[in-house]
């Protein structure tokens, strides 16, 4: 069974960075699309970005520009990196595949002070 694990999450002032880190223990990593979704309390949870195999990102709107989505194939690894953080971007952070294949891991926490 794949294990995602998701790591760098913490309380951090607005204007502030982090960068979240996620293992994916998965033997076709590589040829994945992959993706940063975040649940908000008492809000479903979504899509903040995403990667192809071939490193292709996209993002939502309420984060283009200040989030960046990578990969590192041979450690298995993606990474969200977040600056210019808002209140509003509070939430657990998971990564999964594009579809959400991979049975979804605790998520790391990510709290904005205002």
């Known amino acids: 069974q794949v294990q995602l694990v998701e790591s760098g999450g913490d309380l951090v002032q607005a204007g502030g960075s982090l960068r979240l880190s996620c293992v994916v223990s998965?033997?076709?990593?590589?040829?994945?699309?992959m993706g940063w979704y975040r649940q908000a309390p008492g809000k479903q949870r979504e899509l903040v970005a995403s990667?192809?195999?071939?490193?292709?990102?996209n993002y939502a709107d309420s984060v283009k520009g200040r989030f960046t989505i990578s990969r590192d194939n041979a450690n298995k690894r993606v990474y969200l990196q977040m600056n210019s953080l808002k209140f509003e971007d509070t939430a657990v952070y998971y990564c999964n595949t594009k579809g959400g294949s991979f049975t979804w891991g605790e998520g790391t926490q990510v709290t904005v002070s205002s």
């Open positions: 990667i192809t195999k071939g490193g292709s990102t």
């Open positions: 998965d033997t076709f990593f590589s040829l994945r699309a």
